[in-house]
């Protein structure tokens, strides 16, 4: 998929976040931030299997990140891949199976098997949490416990650039949240720097990004992580249970 950025400054793409429209919603298999005045091939997954017939000329940013499950596998396929082929290619097969596991688990139907569907047919269900969990001032990093357990951590190099992604993230995990569920288990401070250390303890490969920087991946048999770091810093990093 091309992407031309056409302006003066660096754009961030976001792995696991979902782009509307041409002839198949896409999902980013990594965080790129794109060159200045470029033209770049970035590396996508389709998460509409039945559809080839365009609805509109351009991308559009969804307002969902990609269902943890699905992402944490995209991501685990495409670690595979760089180590393999050094290639940023996901198992697309998978990705397409994931996503057919959510909508049958919440019971959405969708005509092109597409993700997005099930975002929608939930989206009222699931803006109670984007509501009771605003994004604070400063805030740049999200570690989301499920049933009392690290599921995910987010971390972002400025709270500018996390505020536009916060709500997505929260939508993405939400879906993992049964409609009649129970009261959850109250998360520890221990169970957070355990999930820290160990991914820390993960072993790490690191692959030239498509754009600035470095992209680095990490796996261990629970964790599945990758972050693009330019100069010293992190600009965005996800690690997946």
Same mark, same amino acid.
């Given at each position: 998929?091309?992407?031309?950025?056409?302006?003066?400054?660096?754009?961030?793409?976001? #792995?696991?976040? !979902?782009?509307?429209?041409?002839?198949?919603? =896409?999902?980013?298999?990594?965080?790129?931030?794109?060159?200045?005045? +470029?033209?770049?091939?970035?590396?996508?997954?389709?998460? !509409?299997?039945?559809?080839w017939?365009?609805? @509109? !000329?351009?991308?559009?940013?969804? %307002?969902?990140?990609?269902?943890?499950n699905? $992402?944490? $596998?995209?991501?685990?396929?495409?670690? +595979?891949?760089? =180590?393999?082929?050094?290639?940023?290619r996901?198992?697309? #097969?998978?990705?397409w199976n #994931?996503?057919a596991e959510?909508?049958?688990?919440?019971?959405?139907?969708?005509?092109?098997?597409?993700?997005? #569907?099930?975002?929608?047919?939930?989206?009222?269900?699931?803006?109670?949490?984007?509501?009771?969990?605003?994004? =604070?001032?400063?805030?740049?990093?999200?570690?989301?416990?499920?049933s009392?357990?690290?599921?995910g951590?987010?971390?972002?190099?400025?709270?500018?650039?996390? =505020?536009?992604?916060?709500?997505?993230?929260?939508?993405?995990?939400?879906?993992?949240?049964?409609?009649?569920?129970k009261?959850?288990?109250?998360?520890?401070? @221990?169970?957070?720097?355990?999930?820290?250390?160990?991914?820390?303890?993960?072993?790490?490969?690191?692959?030239?990004s498509?754009?600035?920087?470095? %992209?680095?991946?990490? @796996?261990?048999? $629970?964790?599945?992580?990758?972050?693009?770091?330019?100069?010293? !810093?992190?600009?965005?990093?996800?690690?997946?249970?």
């Amino acid at each position: 998929m091309k992407v031309i950025n056409s302006g003066k400054l660096p754009v961030l793409l976001v #792995d696991g976040e !979902e782009l509307l429209g041409a002839k198949q919603n =896409r999902v980013l298999n990594a965080s790129i931030l794109l060159t200045e005045n +470029s033209e770049t091939i970035i590396p996508v997954s389709c998460t !509409e299997h039945g559809r080839w017939h365009a609805r @509109q !000329e351009h991308f559009t940013p969804s %307002d969902a990140f990609i269902a943890k499950n699905v $992402r944490a $596998r995209k991501n685990s396929s495409v670690a +595979s891949s760089l =180590r393999i082929h050094r290639e940023y290619r996901s198992d697309q #097969d998978q990705v397409w199976n #994931d996503i057919a596991e959510v909508s049958d688990r919440l019971g959405v139907n969708s005509d092109t098997d597409a993700y997005q #569907d099930t975002v929608q047919a939930r989206i009222k269900d699931i803006q109670q949490y984007i509501e009771s969990l605003p994004c =604070r001032e400063g805030q740049t990093r999200l570690l989301v416990f499920l049933s009392g357990s690290p599921v995910g951590l987010d971390i972002f190099s400025s709270p500018d650039i996390y =505020r536009k992604f916060h709500a997505k993230i929260i939508r993405s995990h939400a879906l993992d949240i049964p409609k009649q569920g129970k009261a959850g288990v109250t998360p520890s401070k @221990q169970a957070a720097t355990d999930f820290i250390g160990d991914i820390v303890k993960c072993g790490e490969t690191a692959h030239p990004s498509v754009g600035y920087g470095t %992209d680095y991946r990490c @796996q261990s048999d $629970r964790i599945t992580g990758a972050a693009l770091v330019y100069g010293e !810093e992190v600009i965005h990093g996800g690690f997946l249970v």
